[in-house]
């Protein structure tokens, strides 16, 4: 995590001086062409951050190998510690896509491997840097992919202490240490619940009523519900683990919105990172019930259905229930 002014980083799409590497003291020049998000924020007491819409980096965890880190080059800003890829994000782009991004472009780390965890803000005011922690979902190996770093290397969570670590990283490694085992929460949506559940004429275009519902998931912020029992709670006391470092963390949501019969195929009008839309070849309950054996062992799963059958069947799986008006309600319109 890098809370602190740096040299600003290079990567696929923003051309580096070929004659500077890893190695070298003097840093690469900027691109003429380059991301707006790609320049300096000043704090009022003359502190430069990089990153205009903020910046944000990731932390994987193999249970195996350890956790995934970056040996910093040479002239990047604390060069020759240890940190986790990352950088600047982009206008309107969220910290899980950006990191996973900036992961990319650095490590080589394949978006499509990870299970994104928790998210851990260090907020400056003006400018704000997230931690994306995820767990590997299959092994890969990571690779420097351009002269921000000298190597990647898995490392054992403890002998992590033991290395150089970059100073915003090592401030924040007793928070993260901390979320490493922590599981997400994966809400499984009935579409044809939820669709049931108002009568608004939806059985003439069944279609076009899911995408209406997937486009109110795509904007919803599940932070207004993860509330009053329900079963992302973490195992430690996070607020007090935060605070004690000016950091906060927050368990990452997940939702999948099961779509069958006439709505297959139906889809939100703009992506979310949040947002898998599944489409059931045939019924939507064995689906759900499916998904539901498919992750309960590494996430807590909610289930949104006011099916009586269906609960039952989710229980046995190992998830829990909420009825559709838990959701509703707080679906934007």
Same mark, same amino acid.
């Given at each position: 995590?890098?809370?602190?002014?740096?040299? &600003?980083?290079?990567?696929?799409?923003?051309?580096?001086?070929?004659?500077?590497?890893?190695?070298?003291? *003097?840093?690469?020049?900027?691109?003429?062409?380059?991301?707006?998000?790609?320049?300096?924020?000043?704090?009022?007491?003359?502190?430069?951050?990089?990153?205009?819409?903020?910046?944000?980096?990731?932390?994987?965890?193999?249970?195996? #190998?350890?956790?995934?880190?970056?040996?910093?080059?040479?002239?990047?800003?604390?060069?020759?510690?240890?940190?986790?890829?990352?950088?600047?994000?982009?206008?309107?782009?969220? &910290?899980?896509?950006?990191?996973?991004?900036?992961?990319?472009?650095?490590?080589?780390?394949?978006?499509?491997?990870?299970?994104?965890?928790?998210?851990?803000?260090?907020?400056?005011?003006?400018?704000?840097?997230?931690?994306?922690?995820?767990?590997?979902?299959?092994?890969?190996?990571?690779?420097?992919?351009?002269?921000?770093?000298?190597?990647?290397?898995?490392?054992?969570?403890?002998?992590?202490?033991?290395?150089?670590?970059? $100073?915003?990283?090592?401030?924040?490694? $007793?928070?993260?240490?901390?979320?490493?085992?922590?599981?997400?929460?994966?809400?499984?949506?009935?579409?044809?619940?939820?669709?049931?559940?108002?009568?608004?004429?939806?059985?003439?275009?069944?279609?076009?009523?899911?995408?209406?519902?997937?486009?109110?998931?795509?904007?919803?912020?599940?932070?207004?519900?993860?509330?009053?029992?329900? $079963?992302?709670?973490?195992?430690?006391?996070? &607020?007090?683990?935060?605070?004690?470092?000016?950091?906060?963390?927050?368990?990452?949501?997940?939702?999948?919105?099961?779509?069958?019969?006439?709505?297959?195929?139906?889809?939100?009008?703009?992506?979310? &990172?949040?947002?898998?839309?599944?489409?059931? *070849?045939?019924?939507?309950?064995?689906?759900?019930?499916?998904?539901?054996?498919?992750?309960?062992?590494?996430?807590?799963?909610?289930?949104?259905?006011?099916?009586?059958?269906?609960?039952?069947?989710?229980?046995?799986?190992?998830?829990?229930? #909420?009825?559709?008006?838990?959701?509703?309600?707080?679906?934007?319109?």
């Amino acid at each position: 995590m890098n809370t602190d002014p740096q040299v &600003p980083p290079t990567g696929p799409g923003r051309p580096f001086d070929d004659a500077v590497t890893s190695r070298s003291t *003097r840093a690469p020049r900027l691109p003429r062409l380059r991301d707006p998000g790609d320049a300096w924020v000043e704090g009022p007491d003359g502190t430069r951050y990089w990153g205009r819409f903020g910046a944000a980096g990731l932390l994987v965890i193999d249970p195996e #190998r350890g956790v995934l880190l970056q040996h910093r080059a040479s002239w990047s800003h604390h060069g020759d510690t240890w940190g986790v890829p990352g950088g600047a994000l982009h206008e309107g782009e969220a &910290p899980v896509v950006g990191a996973c991004r900036e992961a990319a472009e650095e490590a080589g780390v394949p978006a499509e491997a990870l299970v994104p965890l928790v998210s851990v803000v260090a907020d400056r005011g003006v400018w704000h840097y997230t931690t994306i922690v995820a767990a590997a979902r299959e092994a890969f190996e990571a690779r420097a992919m351009d002269a921000e770093s000298h190597e990647l290397r898995w490392v054992p969570v403890a002998q992590v202490e033991h290395l150089p670590l970059h $100073p915003g990283f090592g401030s924040a490694w $007793p928070v993260l240490v901390e979320t490493l085992g922590w599981r997400p929460v994966h809400v499984v949506v009935d579409v044809a619940n939820l669709m049931g559940s108002v009568p608004d004429g939806w059985w003439r275009d069944r279609r076009g009523s899911a995408a209406r519902w997937l486009d109110r998931l795509a904007r919803w912020d599940p932070r207004s519900v993860q509330h009053e029992g329900t $079963p992302q709670d973490p195992p430690v006391d996070h &607020p007090a683990v935060s605070g004690d470092h000016g950091l906060a963390v927050e368990v990452l949501t997940h939702v999948t919105a099961v779509v069958e019969g006439a709505a297959r195929g139906a889809r939100a009008s703009a992506a979310a &990172p949040h947002l898998t839309v599944v489409d059931a *070849r045939e019924s939507g309950d064995d689906a759900i019930v499916t998904i539901v054996r498919r992750l309960e062992s590494s996430a807590s799963v909610i289930v949104v259905t006011a099916d009586r059958e269906l609960r039952e069947r989710v229980a046995e799986a190992g998830g829990d229930v #909420r009825g559709v008006t838990w959701l509703r309600d707080s679906l934007p319109e």
